[in-house]
Nanobody, 115 residues
Framework: QVRLTESGGGLVQPGGSLKLSCNAV????????MSWYSQAPGTQRELVAT???????TYADSVKGRFTVSRDNARRTMYLQMNNLLPEDSARYYC?????????WGQGTQVTISS
């Protein structure tokens, strides 16, 4: 059974940084492209960043130059380094495969940017 567990969220001031982690069990992690998604209250879940099994990355325009996605296949973990955070980055962040599988959604991790 696949289980994705997000962690690393928190409350930080504008301009601050956070590093999110997504740990995967029950799947051959190295074979999958993986993505980070965000969802603010009252909005749809949005794609933030993707990293392929080969390590190629893509980003939403809103986070380019500020966020960096990476992965450690030995640890079955994907990361999202978030720098220069803005209030509009506040959301719950989730990871999933790419293309996503609705059965794989975890609980997410809350990121709140506020002074």
């Amino acid at each position: 059974q696949v289980r994705l567990t997000e962690s690393g969220g928190g409350l930080v001031q504008p301009g601050g940084s956070l590093k999110l982690s997504c740990n995967a069990v029950g799947m051959n992690f190295r074979l999958f492209s993986m993505s980070w998604y965000s969802q603010a209250p009252g909005t749809q879940r949005e794609l933030v960043a993707t990293i392929t099994s080969e390590g190629d990355t893509t980003y939403a325009d809103s986070v380019k130059g500020r966020f960096t996605v990476s992965r450690d296949n030995a640890r079955r973990t994907m990361y999202l380094q978030m720098n220069n955070l803005l209030p509009e980055d506040s959301a719950r962040y989730y990871c999933n495969t790419q293309p996503l599988n609705s059965r794989y959604w975890g609980q997410g991790t809350q990121v709140t940017i506020s002074s």
